[in-house]
């Protein structure tokens, strides 16, 4: 008997049920990217807050901008340390701990910090922070595996598009209400709060009906289960668990050093952008820490829209076959870096003072951005599936040095910070940065899947007895020809 009389070898059918255990876990992921930058962005706009006079009575700090753009960066100096043991973590074991125990952590930390700033000084801020970045430096290996576990290929596109914009979403809440609330009686310390209470929630949340793979969801039907397994392309955690990682082929791929240097250049541009808006309409354009809040948000909005619009768009030319997916990944990768760097380049001219303008570019500028989410940042399950937490993990921590540059760099480049000129050279840096970091990438990505993807598996019995007659006739030949 044949296997394929022993196996049903199809793909398992769509449930008919329009929501799923899948849909549930896809939503707690974008609720974590959601809150993660929330926290992270929160102390951009509580800064603002926290070194200008207020109506409150709360304590002011007479921090210089030095302390201030290293207070900012440290949040990357814990956030790098864990990218590659939680990525090979999270390929092996899954990621539904790692993201939990993010949370908490987050939420912890963020019910500290108030405290650390009052009864302590910058640097115990700083010490805050590096703890939030340790946190959540599980967080987005852990998502790249949870991802390949959970999403089907058919339906991967639009579900990691979902879930990564949850980042853009973060921002946008935290950016308007981090502004009211540090505007309002509560002052900057109720930023903090709010952020920590919400983590520990979702932590409990993700306890409860979290889980790293449909095989251990006590709340997923058969059915859903099987259509899951069958249909997401990468192996089981259980299987995962026996493969070593190609750490030599790894980093001799040049596909994958596309990534990286895509990664790096997007994080610069986009966290110098992200830490440093509020302080730039705030000192150069005049604007009000409560209106600043709502104009700083304004792009990050225009992200948010438009990285389902390009996600839809990916979709549309592959599946049409207009392009090939490597194709639309360079398009859409160039869209994200070489538009931003365009409208930046009109940005650096702009005199002080024209805010509609300024804002209007920013909005351009950071919505382009929203095209990487089908560019590079999902290019590690094209080229690896199996190791995609892995690779996620490594690009990530490199991209993530140049976070930590974003903020430091402006303190050292921009010396007037009322100065449009001073503000340009800022915006230099990320036009170079964003063009050459794409040009790579354009120049070296696959789509193609690399071959040290799939593990050495070991001899099956049908290997075993297909070699051993292969032996059995080497010898008989053998004797064959001794005879004569």
């Known amino acids: 008997m044949s296997v394929s009389d022993d196996i049903d070898v199809r793909p398992a059918a769509k449930p008919e049920s329009s929501f799923g255990m899948r849909h549930l876990i896809m939503f707690l992921l974008f609720m974590a990217t959601t809150v993660s930058y929330a926290t992270r962005v929160s102390m951009s706009i509580a800064i603002v807050a926290m070194t200008t006079d207020n109506d409150y009575g709360y304590l002011i700090f007479n921090w210089e901008r030095s302390v201030q753009d290293t207070i900012l960066s440290s949040f990357f100096w814990g956030y790098i340390v864990l990218q ?13 701990m790692l993201i939990t125990l993010a949370m908490v952590t987050t939420g912890l930390v963020n019910l500290v910090t108030p405290l650390a700033a009052t009864k302590g000084d910058w640097i115990a801020v700083c010490a805050c922070r590096i703890l939030m970045g340790l946190s959540q430096g599980m967080l987005y290996p852990s998502l790249h595996g949870l991802l390949g576990q959970w999403s089907p290929t058919t339906e991967r596109s639009r579900m990691g598009t979902f879930v990564y914009a949850g980042a853009q979403l973060g921002t946008i809440i935290e950016m308007m209400m981090a502004g009211a609330l540090s505007a309002g009686p509560w002052g900057w310390p109720s930023v903090f709060y709010v952020a920590g209470i919400t983590c520990l929630i979702l932590g409990a949340v993700w306890v409860i009906f979290g889980a790293s793979t449909p095989s251990t969801c006590r709340w997923i039907s058969k059915e859903e289960r099987k259509y899951i397994e069958m249909n997401i392309g990468s192996a089981d955690i259980s299987e995962k668990k026996k493969m070593n990682t190609p750490w030599k082929s790894i980093w001799t791929s040049l596909p994958f050093w596309a990534i990286i240097l895509a990664h790096s250049g997007q994080s610069l541009g986009f966290w110098t952008l992200l830490t440093e808006i509020p302080s730039y309409m705030n000192k150069v354009l005049g604007v009000n820490i409560k209106s600043n809040g709502l104009l700083s948000a304004l792009p990050y909005v225009a992200m948010y829209i438009l990285s389902f619009i390009f996600s839809w768009s990916s979709d549309f030319l592959v599946n049409r076959n207009i392009t090939s997916l490597p194709t639309a990944r360079k398009i859409f990768n160039t869209i994200a870096f070489w538009g931003p760097a365009v409208a930046l380049l009109g940005l650096s001219y702009i005199p002080a003072g024209h805010l509609t303008l300024a804002v209007a570019i920013l909005t351009i500028t950071v919505g382009l951005n929203g095209a990487h989410y089908v560019g590079f940042l999902i290019s590690h399950i094209d080229i690896s599936p199996n190791f995609a937490s892995t ?19 402006v303190s050292l480049v921009v010396k007037d910070e009322s100065s449009a000129s001073e503000w340009r050279k800022v915006f230099f840096i990320s036009i170079a940065f964003y063009f050459l970091s794409n040009l790579f990438f354009i120049l070296f990505m696959s789509g193609r899947v690399q071959d040290w993807n799939e593990p050495q598996h070991s001899k099956t019995l049908e290997d075993g007895v297909k070699e051993a007659e292969e032996v059995n006739s080497s010898r008989k030949n053998k004797t064959v020809v001794e005879k004569f």
């Open 84 to 96: 590659i043991p939680a990525g090979l973590l999270a390929g092996k074991f899954g990621g539904k």
């Open 391 to 409: 690779l996620m993990g490594i690009t990530n921590g490199c991209g993530n040095i140049f976070s930590i540059m974003a903020p430091l760099s």
